[in-house]
């Protein structure tokens, strides 16, 4: 993404889900090799953000444009989106019973090669590369053979979405709450899985309730999300800001309006 | 459930029945109509010894007033038109101008029938391992590997053959797990089974191959009534594999066949199902009714009989089958997948019937429905006073696909020995946008997730069947098959 086409231009985006609006114009523009944060009170849209991003059925987009390295991403069925590079770490990850792990990850990581014209990778293959993720997550291998999420503690989910993420290697990777409810030792895992991934060739949306994760993985730019809409945006700073006083605050600034970096 | 992921389903459930073709061969058949002349004739061109005549006749004789006293079964969560079975073809074969000596005078157009359906029954060609005897209509065409089978004393023949080879054998166990009585398709089948297989594996003798049988359906207007006899005697081991196919055709078909298992001491019988049977249009035209009785008894100490089914095709399916847990410590187990479709009904599960000390079952039922089919589950297990110590662990879960469909489960349970145990599980639950998402998300298609997640649930099942069956399985089910990672 040498030629300054941004990773991803969202204009004017409204989306509707389960019969309300929640996104009422929403404006975001990700630069090729920056990594944001997008904070902001529980119920201001952030998730629905994600799963517009990602082309989750259940969400409705009503307006506005979003483009994906200069192209239309909201034509884009979901599967193609992700094998086009967006990956979606998802705030509450998925049990599908009898699958195992390994499998899952060797299917997607096969569909996006396939799509991409590379040959696929056999058991064998797979497992080594898998490997090499594994020791950058700490991730327990003995999970790699258990049905995908199926019984894993909620710590346990979210580093297989890191894992994922890690093996999939996206260009524009978007993490809804990974770090709620996890400890110093697996924020770090988190971190280690974005801040591998920093190139000036791949971007990053981090979803976030707490400053303390951006510690570790370093933004270049914090918005706040409230009412569907960005209400401002900064520098890290804003994000130390926010800690300190909270969302309320921001009601009464004034919006800000267009708030691309 | 989305738009899109309805109309994903809709097309899985409508995938065509690749089997439906007919042969057209020269039979051999009887009128149509159920008496006692039918039912000489079929003894009589089997050639069978006259007490065998006589079982027959009793068989008859019970079904006839079975018939007359209007017990059909009707608890079945199953619904169809009332079967006339004075419309039925009791008999056809194939017309074969001499007897067999060797494979290679099979008619061209049976071997090449059976080639289409996947089966060669070339014994060069045939996949190492596995022997078959194949089923074409009313009788037995061919029976593989033989030979080599003999070596080692076991006997694996069409039914009729083991009637001449072993009269002794047949005598002692026909009908002693199922009696002709038992109930009343089992009675018509003990009247009027045309063929079928036969297997004994002597002694302390470790069946080198997977034993398999596979029916064919051909001729229009005819009932399948096969006979299975399998015997393991102490410390023998077999495992044994049925597969099923019949021709698309407008009329419903009746398959009423009876399987009879024995295991005595140490013996242990593994029984493999794929059932394919023609389960009619889209619309609920056509297909097989599928009324079987199978039952093995696990009548020596320490002995084990293992029923393994992946049910997707018929119109209509009422099978259970069944152990009698005769022997002490004996184990009976039951691994089921039944997938209905369309119009489809099934209506299958098992009995466990613990009689011995310290006998144990397994039940893990797993039950798919899509379209606007109805699928139950119904399972017995019953403890017998004697049965010290005996335990079960059953486990029933019911996907739905789409929202027009229906799943049921109707356990029942008979205790009589309170030192039993017993433990009872079952889930039903629709395939979800949130998992169907989730999949979509890392780049796997509907159609991928939708087969991925199918057989995720079915896992327990599938991994109980032989390698090649399994596969089979996999891919009638619409599945893509897990690799070797995992
Ligand atoms: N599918 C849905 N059905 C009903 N309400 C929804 C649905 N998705 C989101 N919402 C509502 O939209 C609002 C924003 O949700 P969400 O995007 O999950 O917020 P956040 O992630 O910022 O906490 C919430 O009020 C939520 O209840
Ligand atoms: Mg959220």
């Given at each position: 993404m040498s030629d300054g086409v941004p990773m991803l231009e969202i204009k004017g985006l409204r989306a509707r889900a389960g019969g309300a609006?929640?996104?009422?114009g929403l404006d975001l523009v990700v630069g090729a090799g920056e990594v944001h944060a997008i904070m902001g009170p529980n119920g201001s849209g952030k998730s629905t953000l994600a799963n517009v991003l990602s082309g989750r059925p259940s969400v409705e987009v009503t307006a506005g444009s979003v483009l994906y390295q200069g192209r239309?991403?909201?034509?884009?069925a979901p599967e193609d989106r992700a094998k086009e590079g967006i990956f979606l770490a998802f705030q509450y990850p998925v049990e599908i019973p009898g699958v195992s792990n390994a499998y899952f990850m060797k299917a997607a990581l096969n569909a996006a090669r396939a799509h991409r014209g590379e040959e696929e990778l056999d058991g064998m293959d797979f497992l080594e590369f898998a490997r090499k993720k594994m020791k950058l997550v700490e991730f327990d291998e003995a999970l790699l053979n258990?049905?995908?999420?199926?019984?894993?503690?909620g710590g346990e989910k979210k580093r297989n979405e890191i894992l994922q993420m890690a093996i999939l290697e996206p260009r524009l990777a978007v993490l809804d709450e990974?770090?709620?409810?996890?400890d110093i030792d697996a924020l770090q895992v988190v971190a280690n899985g974005v801040n591998a991934l920093r190139s000036p060739d791949r971007s990053a949306i981090v979803i976030t309730?707490?400053?303390?994760?951006l510690d570790y993985v370093v933004p270049d730019f914090v918005h706040v999300l409230a009412d569907g809409r960005i209400a401002r945006s900064g520098g890290r700073e804003l994000a130390h800001e926010l800690e300190k006083?909270?969302?309320?605050w921001l009601e009464v600034a004034p919006p800000v309006e267009a708030a691309a970096p | 459930m989305t738009q899109s992921s309805d109309a994903m389903l809709e097309k899985l459930a409508n995938?065509?029945?690749?089997?439906?073709f007919v042969t057209d061969i020269d039979a051999d058949s009887a009128p149509p109509g159920l008496n006692e002349d039918i039912v000489r004739l079929i003894s009589s061109k089997k050639n069978e010894p006259s007490w065998l005549l006589d079982w027959r006749l009793k068989a008859l004789a019970r079904f006839m007033e079975m018939l007359e006293n209007d017990v059909?079964?009707?608890?079945?969560k199953v619904e169809y038109p009332k079967i006339?079975?004075?419309?039925?073809?009791y008999y056809s074969a194939p017309k074969q101008v001499k007897k067999l000596?060797?494979?290679?005078?099979?008619?061209p157009q049976l071997l090449e029938t059976y080639e289409k359906l996947g089966?060669?029954?070339?014994e060069q060609k045939r996949l190492h391992g596995v022997a078959v005897d194949a089923v074409f209509d009313s009788v037995s065409v061919a029976t593989t590997f033989k030979g080599e089978l003999e070596k080692q004393g076991i006997i694996f023949c069409s039914f009729s053959e083991a009637v001449t080879r072993c009269p002794e054998l047949i005598q002692q166990y026909?009908?002693?797990?199922?009696?002709?009585?038992?109930n009343f398709y089992a009675a018509l089948n003990s009247a009027v089974f045309t063929d079928g297989s036969f297997a004994y594996i002597p002694k302390g003798?470790?069946?080198p191959m997977e034993l398999s049988t596979y029916f064919r359906i051909n001729a229009a207007n005819t009932g399948q009534f096969e006979r299975t006899l399998l015997i393991a005697d102490e410390g023998a081991y077999v495992s044994y594999l049925e597969g099923c196919t019949a021709p698309m055709r407008d009329e419903n078909q009746l398959h009423a066949a009876v399987v009879e298992l024995v295991a005595l001491d140490d013996a242990e019988i593994k029984y493999s199902t794929v059932q394919n049977w023609y389960?009619?249009?889209?619309?609920?035209v056509g297909g097989i009714y599928n009324f079987v009785t199978k039952r093995g008894a696990c009548?020596?100490?320490?002995s084990k009989i293992s029923w393994t089914q992946v049910e997707t095709g018929s119109a209509i399916t009422w099978k259970y089958p069944s152990c009698?847990?005769?022997?002490?410590d004996s184990v009976g187990e039951f691994y089921s997948v039944a997938m209905t479709n369309n119009l489809q009904q099934a209506d299958t599960g098992t009995k466990m019937i613990h009689i011995g000390k310290r006998t144990k079952s397994t039940i893990i039922s797993k039950g798919i429905s899509a379209g606007r089919s109805s699928n139950a589950y119904r399972g017995l297990v019953r403890i017998q006073p004697?049965?010290?110590?005996a335990r079960n662990y059953s486990q029933c879960d019911s996907l739905l696909l789409g929202d027009r469909c229906s799943a049921h489960t109707f356990p029942y349970l008979e205790v009589k020995n309170a030192s039993s145990t017993i433990e009872h599980e079952a889930t039903t639950s629709k395939i979800g946008e949130d998992q169907l998402f989730y999949c979509r998300q890392r780049g796997i298609s509907e159609e991928d997730a939708i087969s991925m997640i199918v057989n995720g649930f079915c896992k327990q099942v599938l991994r109980e069947l032989p390698m090649e069956f399994a596969v089979e399985a996999q891919a009638l089910l619409g599945l893509s098959l897990e690799g070797s990672v995992g």
């Open positions: 609006e929640i996104l009422k239309d991403l909201l034509e884009l258990r049905a995908v999420n199926e019984g894993f503690s990974t770090d709620s409810g996890l309730h707490y400053q303390r994760l006083k909270g969302y309320s | 995938r065509d029945y690749q089997y439906g059909e079964p009707t608890w079945a006339n079975f004075q419309d039925i073809i000596e060797s494979l290679d005078e099979v008619d089966i060669s029954l070339s026909l009908g002693s797990v199922v009696p002709v009585s038992d003798v470790r069946c389960p009619g249009d889209k619309d609920g009548r020596g100490k320490r009698l847990l005769q022997g002490d004697g049965a010290t110590g």
